[in-house]
């Protein structure tokens, strides 16, 4: 039977690119290792957080399997001799936690499958590769003329999200590239409409994006054919990678950070914008732009992965982006992440944080004006320029483009409104998304604040102060009762008199009978 009739539906509710924190909560020593107790969070939702119990030895087989990044992370050494003393314990469990801060604040370990299998088993427990090779295998069903060659073993970053290097069995020289995925938590496509438009993609072309050969869909997955390129994507130029090699080897520690010349940081820079215009202008939302999502093609950048907005995935950049509410519409989002990857292509690295406060020298300060736009604290709280503005900067606006292939992408009518509601319903969870950030922001602000030792010192004194006031008040109050009392006391007021001596009688209200 046909790939698309046989396999059942689905979507995955679960965003991937949401951060996890983790923290331990406590130890317990048993006979011969101590176990730690650990607190998972997803997102800043205390509700969604659960437990999870890791032993020394489960860390230590983590930090094996990510050596492969090339990072020297900070596992506390083993001991064999007093691993059981009460300090020791105390001060390894300190240890542990620097290296979950390590590697869940660090953007690409903390998306790789190997850490969240780590810190969320129940979520993440699947074969995700054996999932796409049944996929793959049902599409040969109906598609005999391909043949996978080998798994492309975790050259890209997503966890659901799989590619085999595949030939024609007529051609046999010819490489080709297969990647599978299914669906993510923003596809809000109709089946019908999803699976008509992902066939659309083959039909697209334009100078600067990646022909699609052939693309193909069921209820709950996506499937394409590209040609494979030996050069590889412009992230690998930049960090001097091969392509077919994994996505932690490649980019986590490169060797040599080092830049790309002015001209082609003007002209790759030029042909992005192009093609993000092309796509803005058809009503094609993106969303995913990065150094990894842009074929290098001799000296022409193509653009890759138009079907992941389809799929409903989440962007590389979102746990980024979504901390900035003035970034809420997908051409914005695309202008910020062009903002990540111009970063990249200067200065041969992405940035450490952002916003950036301080741009380090670039090639030119034509450069620095686009950074300054895209990635820089005043940029992120006002609003990302349109792809149209940043075309007439003048790092852009002089590079000369010689093509003469004719951009055709035929949408129909009913597609296209299909589109727009997708994209609004995409924009729509983002905002919310920011929203409830923002007011968690404002929430931990606030206590971080109360709770400061300086806000202490200064309810102390305000307490003290009010204390003072009070005393005075009172005192006055009852000199003010002294001399009222004096004065009824010397004129011919008709209140009956007491003689200073005598009690005052006790009202009957303040003594009720039995």
């Known amino acids: 039977m046909a790939f698309m009739e046989k396999l059942p539906a689905g979507k995955v509710l679960l965003d991937d690119t949401v951060p996890l924190t983790a923290a331990i909560e406590a130890s317990q020593s048993l006979q011969s290792h101590t176990e730690y107790i650990i607190r998972v969070q997803r997102g800043i939702s205390v509700e969604n957080s659960w437990q999870i119990v890791r032993r ?71 074969n995700y590769t054996e999932i796409a090779l049944q996929h793959v295998s049902m599409f040969f069903r109906s598609e005999p003329k391909w043949e996978v060659v080998e798994p ?46 992902i066939k659309l993609l083959p039909s697209c072309l334009h100078p600067y994006i990646y022909r699609v050969t052939f693309a193909t869909a069921n209820e709950s997955s996506a499937l394409l054919i590209r040609m494979f390129n030996e050069k590889g994507t412009l992230k690998d130029l930049i960090y001097k990678a091969k392509p077919k090699d994994p996505f932690l080897k490649k980019y986590c520690n490169p060797k040599k950070v080092q830049g790309l010349e002015l001209q082609q940081i003007k002209t790759y ?85 952002v ?29 990302m320029p349109t792809v149209s503005r940043l075309l007439q900067m003048p790092l852009f606006s002089d590079v000369l483009l010689t093509t003469s292939e004719k951009p055709q992408f035929k949408i129909p009518t009913k597609l296209k409104e299909a589109l727009r509601i997708a994209k609004e319903c995409i924009e729509k969870r983002l905002i919310e998304e920011q929203k409830q950030i923002h007011q968690h922001r404002r929430l ?71």
């Open 56 to 126: 020394y030895s489960d860390f230590d087989l983590l930090n094996n399997s990510l050596q492969i990044a090339g990072l020297s992370l900070p596992l506390p050494p083993k001991k064999l001799i007093g691993n059981m003393d009460r300090e020791f314990i105390a001060e390894r469990q300190k240890g542990l936690q620097n290296y979950l801060n390590v590697i869940t604040t660090n953007h690409i370990l903390s998306n790789c499958e190997l850490v969240k299998k780590f810190l969320d088993p129940n979520n993440y427990s699947a």
């Open 152 to 197: 492309l073993k975790d050259i890209g970053w997503r966890i659901r999200k799989k590619y085999f290097l595949m030939k024609i069995k007529n051609q046999p020289k010819e490489r080709l590239v297969l990647s599978w995925a299914d669906l993510g938590p923003d596809k809000y496509l109709s089946d019908k409409d999803f699976q008509c438009l």
């Open 269 to 353: 820079g030029r042909q992005v914008l192009e093609v993000l215009k092309f796509l803005h202008d058809k009503g094609f939302p993106y969303g995913h732009l990065h150094a990894s999502n842009v074929m290098l093609d001799g000296d022409t950048c193509r653009l890759l992965d138009l079907e992941n907005s389809l799929l409903g995935l989440p962007s590389f950049y979102r746990s980024y982006f979504s901390q900035f509410r003035k970034i809420n519409t997908l051409e914005s989002v695309d202008v910020h992440c062009f903002g990540h990857l111009l970063y990249e292509m200067t200065y041969g690295r992405p940035p450490d944080s």
């Open 355 to 383: 916003p950036v406060d301080s741009f380090p020298p670039a090639p030119s300060m034509a450069v620095v004006a686009v950074l300054e736009s895209t990635l820089s604290c005043e940029a992120c709280k006002n609003g």
């Open 444 to 514: 931990t602000r606030a206590q971080s604040h109360h709770g400061s030792e300086e806000e202490r010192k200064r309810r102390k004194i305000l307490a003290r102060k009010k204390s003072k006031r009070s005393a005075v008040e009172n005192n006055e109050e009852h000199s003010a009762k002294y001399s009222n009392s004096n004065n009824s006391a010397g004129s011919g007021a008709s209140s009956p008199l007491t003689s200073p001596s005598s009690p005052t009688p006790p009202s009957t209200a303040e003594h009720a009978p039995f």
